[in-house]
């Protein structure tokens, strides 16, 4: 596997981890865990920190002159904004759950 297909892909499985972490943490805050949401929120931005360095990595090289493009790297590019917004949303997500508990109680 050559280099640049190897920064992709680790692009993917990194955001792809972080993103399963984000999903997992909505449903952690639907069953009232907040604390182990909160847990997997960070593990999350962990896992998507080591995909966005990549990325950076290539946005450096591309501006020092380097030729990026390939249909992988915007699989990968996809993924990492993908990862973002799911992050967002369970953050939402989580806000929402304790509020109606509060309400709730």
Do not use: P
Not at 56 to 72: M, R
Request: glycine share 6%; charged share 30%; aromatic share 6%.
């Amino acid at each position: 596997m050559e280099g640049l297909e190897l920064v992709a892909f680790q692009i993917i499985s990194s955001v792809g981890t972080a993103r399963s972490s984000y999903i997992e943490a909505i449903q952690e805050a639907k069953n009232k865990n907040y604390d182990r949401a909160k847990e997997l929120i960070e593990e999350g931005d962990q896992t998507f920190i080591e995909g966005h360095d990549a990325h950076l990595k290539l946005l450096q090289e591309e501006a020092e002159g380097k030729s990026i493009v390939s249909l992988l790297i915007l699989h990968a590019e996809d993924q990492l904004m993908s990862a973002e917004g799911f992050k967002q949303i369970a953050l939402e997500f989580i806000d929402v759950y304790q509020r109606i508990d509060a309400l709730e109680k």
